[in-house]
Each structure stands twice: as structure tokens, then as C-alpha cells.
């Protein structure tokens, strides 16, 4: 009978390890970046020759863009977008040539409903290493 109780000590720790291995609540964008390959580089002004048919929903508040050349930027949004599933059709509206803090990123899904989506920063992503 000395097997079961020592069958039931193994088990909580093992439990009790596989907790200390992340802190309980929702992953944080860190969190989010890094199951991409990426982490947040520098800030930047506009963003050139981008391919809205590759992006990843990473919050209401955050995405990112890659552009099928190896480059990938954040988006961070000045207010949660809510529509932004990955079915959705994604476009911008832009004051000039490239994407820019103060564009509109504009999500449109199955039913039609549209939102706009304001942007409030652009950042690089680098290679998580």
C-alpha cells in the first residue's frame, strides 16, 4: 500500500512544476510575439511595400503584418478592434503612400459588418532569438 500514496506525491509535483513554468492569467503580447518567432523591434514611421493577406490576430488592441519578404511590423491600435477574426477581409485607408500611426486599418467580416481601426503606433518585428 506504500505505492499509492508515493503514486499521489509524484503526481502534485509534477502538477506543481508544470505551474511554475508560466504565470497564470492570459498570455501577454510578449507572450503572443514570441509563439510567432518575433519580439518587438523599434518604432516606426511608415511602412512600405506591406501585404495585408499576411496577418495575425494577436488582441482587440494588437497586430501584426508580414509582408512575405522576411519583414513582419506590429500594429497597435488607440482603441480595441473587436472584428478582427481571421476570415476577415482586411484593408487601410491611408493619408499617403505606405501605412502610418493616424491611418485606418478597416476590417470587414463574413456578414459585412465593417470597423475601423485606428492606428496609433507601428513597430518592427524582430527574429525572436
Known amino acids: 500500500m506504500r505505492v499509492l500514496p508515493a503514486f499521489f506525491t509524484l503526481v502534485a509535483v509534477l502538477l506543481l512544476a508544470g505551474c511554475a513554468g508560466r504565470p497564470f492569467g492570459?498570455?501577454?503580447?510578449?507572450?503572443?510575439?514570441?509563439?510567432?518567432?518575433?519580439?518587438?523591434?523599434?518604432?516606426?514611421?511608415?511602412?512600405?511595400?506591406?501585404?495585408?493577406?499576411?496577418?495575425?490576430y494577436l488582441d482587440t488592441r494588437h497586430l501584426a503584418l508580414g509582408t512575405?519578404?522576411?519583414?513582419?511590423?506590429?500594429?497597435?491600435?488607440t482603441v480595441p478592434c473587436?472584428?478582427?477574426?481571421?476570415?476577415?477581409?482586411?484593408?487601410?485607408?491611408?493619408?499617403?503612400?505606405?501605412?502610418?500611426?493616424?491611418?485606418?486599418?478597416?476590417s470587414t467580416d463574413a456578414r459585412g459588418n465593417r470597423m475601423e481601426c485606428p492606428i496609433g503606433g507601428l513597430y518592427r518585428l524582430d527574429p525572436w532569438r
Open 26 to 56: 492570459p498570455p501577454t503580447l510578449d507572450d503572443r510575439l514570441a509563439d510567432l518567432g518575433y519580439r518587438q523591434g523599434a518604432a516606426m514611421d511608415t511602412i512600405l511595400g506591406f501585404d495585408l493577406s499576411g496577418w495575425h
Open 82 to 106: 473587436r472584428n478582427l477574426a481571421a476570415g476577415n477581409r482586411l484593408g487601410y485607408r491611408s493619408r499617403a503612400a505606405g501605412l502610418r500611426p493616424g491611418d485606418v486599418l478597416v
Open 68 to 77: 512575405g519578404l522576411g519583414r513582419a511590423y506590429l500594429v497597435d491600435f
